[in-house]
Structure formats: structure tokens, C-alpha cells
């Protein structure tokens, strides 16, 4: 684009959503730079609408004057799909003003919200109405549910409540065109075609904007209760799961495992935060349990699982939580990981999915392939193994510079994961999605048949290639 173009678009930018909501000068880094600082873009300015109209508004501008859009809500995101490029061609379109809560139907337990809405205050809206909004990421303090639809977020509940997919009835989108489709259905039947609800979800933004989403709501449990348990090895953590099906039914609404060296991370750059029982065992598992009857009828059947466990040689050692603190502190050691990680320095990340029943095998299988390929290997497993979605990370050897390693070894590591991750029948992004990080890798996983399905259906609702273009697939 021409300087004059730019500029042009710019004060039609500034004419839709005001001088103050169109940034082009200052330090841009929170809407440039990725959390995971690995990827640093130059937009051609970051625009904030704040109404529908303003978003539909904004596309149009951007669709004529030939410049393409990268959605953003709170920049969490794992794989490079919310920031610009590096061209400076790129508008950012934040969403963040964009956070009312529309509605909420306790009769029909919904509520419709606006996409920049952060995840945690719509949890907190639920909770002042006695309801429930189960997405959960340690993210929730800034990511947002049009991002989270964006990505189709996972999190910690998913076990019992699904995916971000699962949690939405209906989406208020603008198209790629600038049109606005009004699909805020609360319906949970509605079999009148396709579903055009399902294709924006986890999309990445490369097929329009979600500016408004309506989500399921729960009854609040009576109790919830969490408990961390030491485990011999990931088989066990495998029958401890089977185990927690059996005695806790529908209650089981967490069940994270974690390594010891990812627990021993933590304990590192976090001495405040008090690690139970990892010293001297492979493995702990986080559960929790949600009871619509009562405290005692959840620690009841709490003990009654933990004690079929240590029966059966599954668990070693365990503690419950006694009070709501000690069971924040247990989560808060979890949510911990990823940011103990990141102190600990560059990593490779990856957000796979297996059968259950086939991940201790994957596990050994590719730790041995790392071993081989990469002495002194530091392996950093967690994850929700009750979904089979591990995140199997791997960070440098100790004392070694972690930007050489990256540039030595990410995409051979990746190469090795991602085959082992076929050979195992899994997927190589369970939660976190293709973003820029992992198109090549899609194009090689992918079937030819699926790919050109994807293809086909982002050429008829983006012909321009408007919405985050290079991001998921190339066209
Ligand atoms: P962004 O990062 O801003 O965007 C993500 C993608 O969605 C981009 O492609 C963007 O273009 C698109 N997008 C954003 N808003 C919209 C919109 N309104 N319409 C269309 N497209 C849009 N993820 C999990 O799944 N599970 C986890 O447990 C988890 N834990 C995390 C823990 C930490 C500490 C961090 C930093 C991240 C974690 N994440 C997790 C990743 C991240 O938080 C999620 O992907 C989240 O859903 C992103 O939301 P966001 O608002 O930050 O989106
Ligand atoms: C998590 O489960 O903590 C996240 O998905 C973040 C991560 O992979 O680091
Ligand atoms: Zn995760």
C-alpha cells in the first residue's frame, strides 16, 4: 500500500471509531508482540471498535482499500494468530471495548455477550446469578470469549462441560464482506442446514469476526471439591481416571496430570508456592469434584475413590483440600506451569491430543526418539490428561542458550512430535490451534481432502482473503 493510502484508510479508520480508537504512533507491543514473545509484528494501526456496526464498518473500509485484518481479543493466544505481520499492511482489529454482557436468561440458562468480553468477568456474571460459566484457563484474567471461540478454548473443565465449541448456542459474526449475520440463537435444537455457527468457531479469525456470542450456563454445584494425588507412573494416572469415571460419574470436572519436572519448575521460580508430593514421584494428578448435594456427599465420595486407588496400587499418597484457599493454592501450582516455563526460558511448545488409553505408550515412545535426538532433553509434561490433550513440551538442556536451541532443533522436535503424534491416531493441536506456528505442519498432516475442503470453504466466505490471511491455511 501507498503511503497515501495508508493514510487514507487511516482517517476513514478514524472517522468510523473516533480519534482515540485508532492507534498508530507509540508503544503498540501489547497488540504486536505474541505473550509467548515469539512473534513481533508491525501493524498498520490497531483499531478499537466499539458496536457491531463500527466492526462491520471497519471491514469495509479495510476490504477497499486492499488491506487484510487480524482479529484480536486478549492476546493470549499460543501459536502467532492475533498479532500483524511484519509488513505494516496490517490492521489489527481489537475487540477489547466490546465487552457488555447483552442478556442473561436464567430461565433458559444463557447469556449473550459481547466478544471482548473478558472470560473471567463472565464467569463472575454467572456466579452472581447462582449460575455456572465452566470455561476455565489460566488465561481468564485477559483472554476474551471471542478469542476463546476464535480457538476454540479448552482449559480445565472440559472433561465434563466441553470445549469452547460445546459452551455456545449462538455467534453474532461480521463477514469477511462487512455484513453483519444476526445468529444469537439460544437454541439448543436447530437443524435448518449448515451450521455456520460451528465453521466460525475455530476459525482463528480467518473467516470473520465474532462480535457477540450467546453461551450455556450450569446450575452451580453445591460443593466443589479438589484433590492431588502422587501417581507411580502415567498408566496409573490412566486407571486413576477410570477409577474417578466410575465413583464420581458427571462430578469429575477436573483432571490435570502433571511431571515432576514441570512441578519441579514451578517450585523453582515460585518458592512462595508450596508443591505437595512431588519430590519423590513421577507424576501427580490434580482432580476435582462438583456435587450438586453436598460438601460431606463430595468428601464422602472423594475418599471413597482416593482409597479404591491406593487399593489398587494407582495412587501413593494424597491430600484433599480442606477449604477453598487450600484448593486455590492446588490450582494456582497447575495454572502455574506454562508461566514457570517461560521463566525457565524459550521453549517449544505442543498441544496434542491421543486416545487416553494410548498416551503413557506415546509418551515413552517419543521420550526415547527426544533422548536419542537431543541429550540432556528437559521433557515438561502437564496437561489434561482427562481429555487425552497433553501438553508435551520440551525445553533446552540445562545451561544451554535456549535461542540456539530453537534455532538448532524446533523444527526437528516438532517433526518427531507431530509423527509420533500420527503413528498414535492423535492430533497435533488439541486446544491452542494452527495460528501461523503449525500451518506447514497441518499441510503435512492434514489429508489433501480435508485441506482442500478447508480451502474451498475459507475461498467462498473470505474471496479476498481479508481475515487473517497466512494464518491456519495458505491459500
Ligand atoms: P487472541 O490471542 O487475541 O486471539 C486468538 C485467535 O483468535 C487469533 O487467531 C485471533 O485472530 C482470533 N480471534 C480473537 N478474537 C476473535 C474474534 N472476536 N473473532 C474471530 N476471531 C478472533 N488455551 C486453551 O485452549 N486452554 C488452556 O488451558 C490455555 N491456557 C493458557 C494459559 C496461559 C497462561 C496462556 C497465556 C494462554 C493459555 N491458553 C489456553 C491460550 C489462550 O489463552 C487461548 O487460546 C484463548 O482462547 C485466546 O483468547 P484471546 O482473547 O487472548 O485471543
Ligand atoms: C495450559 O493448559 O496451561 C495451557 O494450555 C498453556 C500451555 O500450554 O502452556
Ligand atoms: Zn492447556
Redesign the pocket.
Known amino acids: 500500500m501507498s503511503e497515501l493510502a495508508t493514510a487514507t484508510l487511516a482517517a476513514t479508520l478514524r472517522a468510523i471509531v473516533g480519534d482515540a480508537h485508532v492507534l498508530t504512533e507509540g508503544d503498540l507491543s501489547a497488540y504486536e508482540v505474541d505473550w509467548r514473545k515469539r512473534y513481533h509484528g508491525k501493524a498498520l494501526a490497531v483499531v478499537r471498535p466499539a458496536t457491531t456496526q463500527q466492526v462491520a464498518d471497519v471491514v469495509k473500509a479495510c476490504a477497499a482499500a486492499g488491506a487484510s485484518i487480524v482479529p484480536q481479543g486478549g492476546n493470549t493466544g ?1 501459536v502467532g494468530g492475533s498479532q500483524p505481520d511484519a509488513s505494516g499492511t496490517q490492521v489489527v482489529l481489537s475487540l477489547q471495548r466490546m465487552k457488555a454482557v447483552r442478556n442473561l436468561d436464567k430461565g433458559n440458562l444463557t447469556m449473550t455477550v459481547e466478544a471482548g468480553c473478558i472470560l473471567q468477568n463472565l464467569q463472575d456474571a454467572a456466579t452472581q446469578e447462582g449460575l455456572l460459566f465452566p470455561l476455565s ?3 481468564e484474567g485477559s483472554c476474551t470469549v471471542g478469542g476463546n471461540l476464535g480457538t476454540n478454548a ?3 473443565q472440559v472433561v465434563r462441560y466441553g470445549n469452547a465449541r460445546d459452551l455456545c448456542l449462538g455467534l453474532e459474526v461480521v463477514t469477511a464482506q462487512g455484513e453483519v449475520w444476526e445468529g444469537l440463537s439460544g437454541l439448543r435444537k436447530d437443524n435448518t442446514g449448515y451450521d455456520l455457527r460451528d465453521l466460525f468457531i475455530g476459525s482463528e479469525g480467518t473467516l470473520g469476526i465474532i462480535t457477540a456470542a450467546t453461551m450455556k450456563l450450569y446450575p452451580m454445584p453445591a460443593a466443589t471439591l479438589t484433590a492431588w494425588a502422587a501417581v507411580p507412573s502415567l498408566d496409573h494416572a490412566v486407571t486413576l481416571l477410570g477409577l474417578a469415571h466410575r465413583h464420581l460419574g458427571a462430578g469429575l470436572t477436573g483432571f ?1 496430570v502433571m511431571g515432576q519436572f514441570a512441578l519441579s519448575l514451578v517450585s523453582r521460580h515460585f518458592p512462595q508456592q508450596r508443591v505437595p508430593l512431588y519430590q519423590d514421584t513421577p507424576f501427580c494428578v490434580l482432580l476435582e469434584n462438583s456435587d450438586h448435594e453436598s460438601e460431606a456427599h463430595a468428601r464422602t465420595q472423594f475418599e471413597q475413590l482416593l482409597e479404591a486407588a491406593m487399593e489398587g496400587g494407582c495412587v501413593t499418597d494424597a491430600v484433599v483440600a480442606g477449604n477453598l484457599t487450600q484448593a486455590h493454592q492446588l490450582w494456582h501450582i ?2 502455574s ?2 508461566l514457570a ?1 517461560a521463566e525457565e526460558g524459550l521453549n517449544i ?1 505442543h ?1 496434542i491430543s491421543i486416545p487416553v488409553s494410548s498416551i503413557p505408550e506415546f509418551v515413552r515412545v517419543t521420550d526415547a526418539l527426544l533422548e536419542r535426538e537431543i541429550p540432556g532433553v528437559r521433557l515438561v509434561n ?3 490428561l482427562g481429555d487425552g ?1 497433553l ?1 508435551y ?1 520440551v525445553q533446552a538442556p540445562s545451561g544451554g542458550e535456549a535461542k540456539a536451541f530453537l534455532s538448532q532443533y524446533e523444527d526437528r522436535v516438532n517433526s518427531l512430535v507431530y509423527e509420533s503424534v500420527h503413528q498414535f491416531n492423535g492430533s497435533i493441536s488439541a ?2 490451534g494452527v495460528g501461523l506456528l503449525k500451518v506447514d505442519k497441518l499441510e503435512h498432516h492434514k489429508s489433501p481432502v480435508a485441506l482442500e475442503m478447508m480451502r474451498a470453504i475459507k475461498r467462498a466466505l473470505d474471496p479476498q482473503n481479508v481475515m487473517n490471511p497466512g494464518r491456519v491455511l495458505r491459500i
Open positions: 499460543m484457563l489460566a488465561s479448552g482449559g480445565t490435570e497447575r495454572e506451569i506454562p516455563q511448545k498441544d502437564f496437561g489434561h490433550n501438553h513440551n486446544e491452542h
